[in-house]
């Protein structure tokens, strides 16, 4: 079975979405060539550029209300505990309508898998600011530029228990296929921030590029320190790679019910 489906895609030419969705394709594959069964994964996505997911993979979903990927997602794991729930939602959805579900989850640690598409702006609603965009950021609804310090996903996530904490870019098709792999396996809540570029609102495509270093997996002390060298500002080294994971017990194996 393709794993693609045949509809016509409608991200703006050149967007950074079609990296990811090469990565995520390709993680697919292997996944599906070591065993797993292409009928066990299940997407959840909401509105925005990454809920487009939706009408591309060739997997099963629900394309649920904006910023409610995470819960939307529970419930199917609660439904059925075999299957491999994956998230994909952007920023705005995630950091900002659903920053109180990101972190319940990374609490509670449902076995399941996050993907986060972080273009540090809401893009599909034209270019307002997200809790991720940076200081002095205009746009119409900051005319005179975001006065606000972004928040800190990764140490956000790290501090609220998740157990599997990463960063991709999305311009390295092969790393952050290498990185969704990872996450899908890891059994126990997967978080995995994905860097964009928006092309059209807030293309950092160079800064990316210049500025990115690979990090390896860490104890959390030191992954919250490494995460807090980089807040989304465009002068700073962005780490990318694994930061933690470790393995507890999920939000599934506390509840004898979900044990079938
Ligand atoms: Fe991609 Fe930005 Fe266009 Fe959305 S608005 S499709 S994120 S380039």
């Not at 809920?51 to 819960?71: E, F, Q, V």
């Not at 809540?189 to 990115?212: A, G, V, Y």
Request: with cysteine.
């Amino acid at each position: 079975m393709e794993i693609t489906t045949k509809e016509e895609i409608s991200w703006c030419p050149g967007c950074t979405n079609f990296f990811i969705k090469k990565s995520v394709e390709d993680a697919l594959k292997n996944l599906i060539a070591e065993g797993y069964k292409q009928e066990e994964f299940v997407m959840v996505t909401d509105i925005g550029c990454a809920g487009k997911m939706y009408d591309y993979l060739n997997i099963s979903g629900i394309n649920a209300l904006h910023g409610r990927t995470l819960p939307t997602m529970i419930g199917i794991k609660i439904g059925n505990p075999h299957l491999k729930v994956i998230g994909f939602a952007g920023d705005g959805g995630t950091y900002d309508e659903g920053m109180d579900h990101f972190i319940h989850s990374c609490r509670y640690n449902n076995d399941m898998n996050l993907i986060v598409h972080n273009n540090q702006v809401f893009a599909l609603t034209v270019g307002q600011a997200t809790a991720v965009s940076q200081i002095g950021f205009k746009e119409k609804t900051h005319p005179f530029g975001v006065k606000e310090r972004p928040i800190n996903p990764i140490v956000l996530a790290l501090e609220s228990g998740a157990t599997f904490v990463a960063r991709a870019n999305s311009l390295d098709i092969q790393g952050t296929k290498e990185i969704i792999q990872d996450g899908i396996k890891h059994r126990g809540f997967s978080f995995i921030e994905i860097m964009q570029p928006c092309i059209t609102f807030f293309d950092n495509r160079e800064i990316l590029k210049k500025n990115s270093y690979k990090i390896s997996t860490m104890n959390k002390e030191d992954a919250i320190k490494e995460a807090k060298k980089w807040n989304y500002e465009d002068n700073g080294k962005i780490p990318i790679g694994i930061f933690y994971k470790e393995n507890r017990e999920t939000f599934e194996d506390n509840y004898d019910i979900l044990k079938i």
